[in-house]
């Protein structure tokens, strides 16, 4: 990637010490950043993003040994963790430090942290010197961005600048894992996984992803939603279902590891099989990002497995699912 001018690099920095916002890519996707000991600045992403004040935000610091800053206490398991995967897309909940502004933890008790893998994030955060508190830059209940041109497009005319890193790599949000109990609890599952966790832990974890504490649009049944219904569908139902909606006369769109033969469709979308998982992270909201773009009512999109990231697409998948009826065909009119 080209190295970032140092003067925009400083222009962000500039923006946030006096309390402004700056969109920035991070490994999994853009955030909106504000300077974390502020409360006001804080207090200006929800206004932007149109989100509930409740919903915490996760503070994204330079580099692992800043946790004792933000947090009261780090547990063994924490500190592993943080040693293990950062900077990468895992983030800790941890016990909040009275350094950290409740706005910024929703009134909670603990404070999400993570230590991002990308260089221009990096080269902010190290320059700033402080913690910046950052949500994906998109509007509540939203598909997340991976390109600077998705955030220039959902908040573009209230930030004062978008530093411009290139599509996100992995696609989808950071894992959460909750340290901050006696119980180690997966929030939302993502690129790290749960085994690469229990390995690093030396220990199993519940299966099953734990309730999260706290209000969390990730974890509610409805989020990443793009205007399209979306369903998923294994391979070898999907031409049949494209049909079937085409003969209805709706406009489909298809997110497939490889071409179908024959499917109608107004778009497609492909991801090469092989690492299909991972493809599939990474070019899943900008695919249905394009389907809105497209006037695509249906996006058809080819179930992957549920092993490594798999598990974090489906739950992602079934969020943006949930909550639109599914099109009355004509077969299903003719039955009922
Ligand atoms: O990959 C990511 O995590 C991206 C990039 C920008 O770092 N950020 C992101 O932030 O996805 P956001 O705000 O869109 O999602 C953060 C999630 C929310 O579901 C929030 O409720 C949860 O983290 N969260 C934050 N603080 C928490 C806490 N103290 N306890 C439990 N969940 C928390
Ligand atoms: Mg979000």
Redesign the pocket.
Known sequence: MEPRAPTEIAHAVEILKRGGLVAFP?E????LAADARNPDAVRAIFTVKGRPAD????V?LAAAEQLDQVAAVVSSPARRLAQRFWPG?L?L?VERSARVPLEV?GG?P???V?V?AHPVALALLGAFGGWLA???ANRFGCV?PTTAEHVRRDLGDQIELILDGGPCQVGI??T?V?VSGDSIAI??PGAVTIDAIEEALERPLGRRKAP????????LPRHYQPRARVEVLDRAALEARAVELEQDGARVGLLVSKQLEAAPAAATWSYSAGEGEALLARALYAALRAADDAGVEVILVERPRARGIGVAVLDRLTRAAQGKPAAATKKNRHRS
Do not use: N
């Not at 999994?28 to 955030?31: E, L, N, W």
């Open positions: 991070t999994t996707v853009y955030g919903h915490p935000l996760i994204h897309p983030t909940v933890t909670h603990t404070v999400a993570r991002p950052a949500p994906s997340s949000e950071s959460i909750d929030l939302r999260s504490p706290v209000p969390s649009p990730g974890a």
